[in-house]
T-cell receptor, first 110, second 113 residues
Framework: EADIYQTPRYLVIGTGKKITLECSQT?????MYWYQQDPGMELHLIHY???????EKGDLSSESTVSRIRTEHFPLTLESARPSHTSQYLC?????????FGPGTRLTVT | GNSVTQMEGPVTLSEEAFLTINCTYT??????LFWYVQYPGEGLQLLLK?????DKGSNKGFEATYRKETTSFHLEKGSVQVSDSAVYFC????????????FGTGTRLTIIP
C-alpha cells in the first residue's frame, strides 16, 4: 500500500544535540515538503523539493537542513537542537497538486 | 500574492447540527481549492477538492462549492457527528507549477453529544 512514513513519532531531546527526522514515501512522488506546525495549528512551509538533488527553502526561515538523494527519502536535520525548535513537523509529498501527509513528528527540546 | 482566509475557531456544535466553515481566497487566476482535515495526533488528510469554478467537492457528507464570483470555498455538512471533531484547513494551489499549497490558519471543530 502506498503511504508516507515519518519516524520517530515523538522525540524528546536535550539542547545542543543533532537530530534527523526521517520521511519516506512509497508513492514515487517527485515533490516533497516539510512543514512546521505551531501550537496554534498554523502550518509553515520550511523546505520543499522538486526531485532528487533539488531542495529549496520555504516561506518560514528555519535552521534545519534537508537532503534528497533518493526519490522516496527526504530527511530533515537539525545540527544543534534548541528549545525554540520544539514543534510538530509534518512531511508531505504531492502529485497533481494533492498533498499526502505523514503522521508527523512531535519534537520537544529541553 | 496567494492567500487563504479561513473562519476563525474554535467552533463548538451539538451533534446533528449544520456546519459551515467559511473560506475565501485571493483571486489570482483560477486555483484548485482543497479542504484538509487533521484528526488529533495525526497528519493532514485530503477531505475534498475542486479544480474549477462551480465544481462541487464532496466526501464523507461534507461539501464545498468553488464560487468564482465570491472567491469562496465554504465547507458544509448537514448533520455533524462527534467523530467529525478535528481541525479543518482550507488551501489553494498556486499556478506556478510547483504544487505548493497555501493553507488557511485552520479551524478547530468540536462536536458535543
Amino acid at each position: 500500500e502506498a503511504d508516507i512514513y515519518q519516524t520517530p513519532r515523538y522525540l524528546v531531546i536535550g539542547t545542543g544535540k543533532k537530530i534527523t527526522l526521517e520521511c519516506s514515501q512509497t508513492m514515487g512522488h517527485d515533490k516533497m515538503y516539510w512543514y512546521q506546525q505551531d501550537p496554534g495549528m498554523e502550518l509553515h512551509l520550511i523546505h520543499y523539493s522538486y526531485g532528487v538533488n533539488s531542495t529549496e527553502k520555504g516561506d518560514l526561515s528555519s535552521e534545519s537542513t534537508v537532503s534528497r538523494i533518493r526519490t522516496e527519502h527526504f530527511p530533515l536535520t537539525l545540527e544543534s537542537a534548541r528549545p525554540s525548535h520544539t514543534s510538530q513537523y509534518l512531511c508531505a509529498s504531492s502529485v497533481v497538486g494533492e498533498q499526502y501527509f505523514g503522521p508527523g513528528t512531535r519534537l520537544t527540546v529541553t | 500574492g496567494n492567500s487563504v482566509t479561513q473562519m476563525e475557531g474554535p467552533v463548538t456544535l451539538s451533534e446533528e447540527a449544520f456546519l459551515t466553515i467559511n473560506c475565501t481566497y485571493t483571486a489570482t487566476g483560477y486555483p484548485s481549492l482543497f479542504w484538509y482535515v487533521q484528526y488529533p495526533g495525526e497528519g493532514l488528510q485530503l477531505l475534498l477538492k475542486a479544480t474549477k469554478a462551480d465544481d462541487k467537492g464532496s466526501n464523507k457528507g461534507f461539501e464545498a462549492t468553488y464560487r468564482k464570483e465570491t472567491t469562496s470555498f465554504h465547507l458544509e455538512k448537514g448533520s455533524v457527528q462527534v467523530s467529525d471533531s478535528a481541525v479543518y484547513f482550507c488551501a489553494r494551489l498556486g499556478r506556478d507549477g510547483n504544487e505548493k499549497l497555501t493553507f488557511g490558519t485552520g479551524t478547530r471543530l468540536t462536536i458535543i453529544p
